[in-house]
């Protein structure tokens, strides 16, 4: 529905500007991100990652070696002057103008800083190649030392988030369809009770059920496998999906069934052929919602699939990073960015079906 | 297949046929699930493997019983093909959904292990418990302050939008958040909140602060209770592209000539807001903040990742998380549900009467 754009053109720059500022704020923390999942882990830990845009800054210009046994209890002497530690430790200007601040209090090393301009664009993939193959890689720390450390191996949780997404996508989406089709055109006892009760279940929130069916998939042994959670997320995606491809299959014409079945075709060959292929809009629209719900989730899996390295998903083994390495900024910017690749893409190759399945749920009356 | 062929079946035939299908599709599925569960092949093909048996398993559980089906006669066939189709989904939502709710809500008035009942102690220890109590005092303030907020920006970057001359574009940056999952936006904005003494910050809030002279903070974890509302900024960054998109399209539905005829009437453009375009979308409006709230309600892992909860930072879920998975407290656990549901009803309630006003039931 295009429509006349601009009726007040004299207010138009205030409406852009207003508008680009909240887009830039919007923006700002994935950018921030992305950057700073391409910066050396030595730069993430010392500098802004907007640093890596010319700035002005205090610049090293040179050094200054104390003697290693300086005391550094007492006041220290710097260039004729005496200092005291905590002003070494926050930077002190020195009569010339320059600023004078430890390197490396250990080693009694000092900096002598002047203000210049500066652009920290020093980038690389090894953050990347840390979290893909998981291989081991020197870190250098702000004392000048290395460390080495292993990275984390996340293309297993890759995969394995593939192995559920797919089919936690594809299941609900296939039953719900059929339960549609039958809800809509089929005749059978109950059926308005039935569809009253799938509309009851669109809100319920999704911890009410937990407990319940943990210890019925424990029972099961299907509690750690993929089976488990791909049951798991098609019975909880199931009332959402389930009433979109209603309120789509129901719209579709009468006469289109009626002369099918006059031509002798079942019910399972007109869902199969006819309705599938005409449902393929909202089927397309569910799916993506379906399928990023389900790559995103973090609580089902969390529950029914564990922690175990050959089933654990992204957002497990991101969270656990999170929690166990919290400062190893080059590994979680990379592994969060890994971790959203998918979603991104889905997201811009298929924005155009994402909206319509969130305007096909809501808008509606 | 035709109604003759189909009457001239045996019956025994047909029985026959009952029940070795069925009992064939659990061996077959069975067998395969079993396979993959303890194979040790490598992962891609055991990924491929397992997604083709996954998507084409439900597809031939369909086809094989839909073939018995078509073996019956005619009245038999329109009698139970509807179950078919309806069956696996009802049974997947009574299974995972509905009688769960039942179950807790029993599990609700009986003490930790299930084993006792105890009437309503657990929900006087809900009301009572201070850890309790500030998770159902943090859920309040997400609704409040988080669902306000998707709301309100929602609708005001939606008219901005329809007046601006890069609508697309913004539309596409406010909206891209709700493809990011919460683990992931919880990496991005522990970034952003990073804390480190000194005057080198390398998280751009304590940048900022520090370059204007203040003192760092520790956003998400000092300043109780106002780290709540740092956690909460992270779910309006994220949800408010939904209330966006929504309500844009609601927007844009709003008839163009009753604009123009306020216009000439001399109505301001703020006038013609309130007074026009509101209750034009009001309707969408509420079903919008209803989702929001539903959604916000069930907060769980912003809090689990940005703070596991710690610093008075609790919410219903991460209780229940906590008390289910830590503590075994099945009772606490289930009674924290209870209160979640309790606490949509309105919502379930609001759903059905819009959903009978289309009159689809």
Redesign the interface.
């Known amino acids: ?1 295009r ?6 053109t004299g ?2 720059t205030l ?2 500007t ?3 500022v ?2 830039l704020i ?5 950018v ?2 992305l950057v ?1 999942s391409f910066r050396p882990a030595s730069d ?7 640093t890596v845009a010319p700035h002005r800054e205090n610049v090293t210009k040179d050094k200054i070696q104390l003697p290693k046994d300086t005391d550094l209890r007492q006041p220290i002497e710097v260039q004729g002057k005496t200092y005291t530690d905590a002003e070494l ?3 002190v200007k020195a009569p010339d103008g320059s600023t004078l601040v430890w390197e490396n209090r250990r080693a009694r090393l000092i900096d002598i800083q002047k203000p210049g301009w500066k652009m920290n664009a020093d980038f690389t993939l090894d953050n990347y190649k840390g979290v893909l193959t998981g291989k081991t890689y020197k870190l250098v720390q702000p004392d000048g030392s290395e460390r080495t450390e292993k990275g984390s191996n996340l293309s ?1 949780a890759f ?2 988030t ?2 559920v997404s ?2 936690a996508t ?2 609900p989406i ?3 369809s ?2 549609a ?3 809509a055109w ?3 006892p109950f059926r ?1 009770t ?20 943990s210890n ?1 998939f424990a029972a099961l042994g299907l509690n750690g ?3 488990g959670i ?3 997320h ?3 995606g ?2 959402l999906a ?1 009433y979109f491809m ?2 789509y299959i ?1 719209q579709l014409p009468k006469d289109l069934f009626e002369s099918a079945y006059m031509d ?1 075709a ?3 060959t007109i ?1 199969t052929r006819l309705i599938l292929p005409l449902a393929v809009p909202s089927i397309a629209s569910i799916s993506i919602f379906q399928f ?1 719900w389900v ?5 089902v899996s ?2 029914f699939l564990g922690g175990q390295e050959s089933v654990q998903v ?2 497990m083994r ?2 656990n990073m ?2 166990s390495r ?1 400062d190893a ?1 080059h590994l ?2 990379a ?3 890994v ?2 690749l998918m ?2 893409a ?3 190759g298929l ?1 155009r079906y ?2 319509r399945g ?2 096909g749920g ?4 | 297949m035709s109604t003759a062929s189909a009457a001239k079946r045996s019956m025994p035939r047909i029985a026959l046929w009952s029940v070795l299908v069925p009992l064939f599709n659990v061996a077959v599925h069975s067998a395969i699930f079993v396979f993959l569960r303890d194979s040790a092949l490598p992962p891609v093909l055991y990924a491929i493997l397992a997604i083709l048996w996954g998507v084409g398993g439900v597809y031939s559980i369909y086809w094989s019983f839909n073939w018995v089906i078509e073996q019956y006669s005619d009245v038999w066939k329109r009698r139970i093909q509807p179950f078919l189709f309806i069956g696996p989904a009802i049974g997947l939502l009574a299974w995972l959904l509905l009688i769960p709710t039942i179950r807790t809500f029993i599990m609700s008035f009986q003490d930790a292990s299930s084993s006792k009942f105890v009437g309503f102690a657990n929900y006087a220890a809900v009301f009572t418990n201070r850890l309790l109590l500030t998770a159902l005092r943090n859920n309040l303030l997400w609704v409040v302050f988080g669902a306000t907020a998707c709301i309100i920006l929602g609708l005001l970057i939606a008219v901005l939008a329809d007046r601006s001359s890069f609508e697309r574009l913004a539309k596409i940056i406010i909206f891209m958040p709700m493809a990011i999952s919460f683990v992931a936006a919880g990496v991005i904005w522990k970034f952003i909140y990073y804390y480190q003494p000194g005057d080198e910050q390398i998280g751009l809030l304590n940048a900022i602060v520090v370059h204007f002279g203040g003192d760092p903070q520790a956003w998400t974890s000092m300043t109780q209770p106002w780290n709540n509302l740092f956690l909460i900024v992270i779910l309006i960054w994220m949800q408010t592209g939904f209330a966006m998109v929504i309500l844009s399209a609601a927007l844009k539905g709003v008839p163009e000539d009753i604009l123009e005829a306020a216009r000439m009437d001399g109505a301001g453009e703020i006038r013609i807001f309130f007074r026009i375009i509101i209750p034009f979308i009001s309707g969408t409006l509420l079903s919008v903040t209803t989702t929001v709230i539903v959604f916000t309600l069930k907060i769980f892992d912003v809090v689990m990742v940005m703070t596991g909860g710690q610093y008075d930072t609790e919410v219903v879920a991460t209780q229940f998380y906590r008390q289910f998975f830590m503590y075994q407290n099945f009772g606490y656990g289930s009674t924290l549900a209870i209160v979640l549901l309790i606490a949509v009803i309105p919502v379930i309630v609001f759903n059905l009467r819009q959903i009978r006003k289309q009159g689809e039931i």
């Open positions: 529905m429509r006349r754009k601009s009726r007040r207010s138009k409406v852009n207003i508008l680009a909240i887009c919007w923006l700002i923390p994935t921030g991100l700073s993430i830990l010392k500098t802004g990652w907007w430790r926050k930077g297993r995969l394995n593939i192995v797919i089919p594809v299941i296939l039953i719900a059929f339960a089709y039958a809800f089929l005749k059978f308005k039935l569809f009253v009760m799938v509309i009851m279940l669109l809100v319920v929130p999704l911890q009410v059920a937990l407990i319940p069916v019925d496998n993929f089976l791909w049951i798991a098609a019975g909880f199931l009332p389930t209603y309120s129901s002798g079942t019910n399972f869902f990023l790559w995103n989730d973090y609580l969390l529950i992204l957002s991101i969270a999170v929690g919290g900024w979680l910017t592994a969060a960015f971790s959203m979603p991104l889905v997201f811009f924005q994402f909206v969130l305007l809501s808008v509606k009356g």
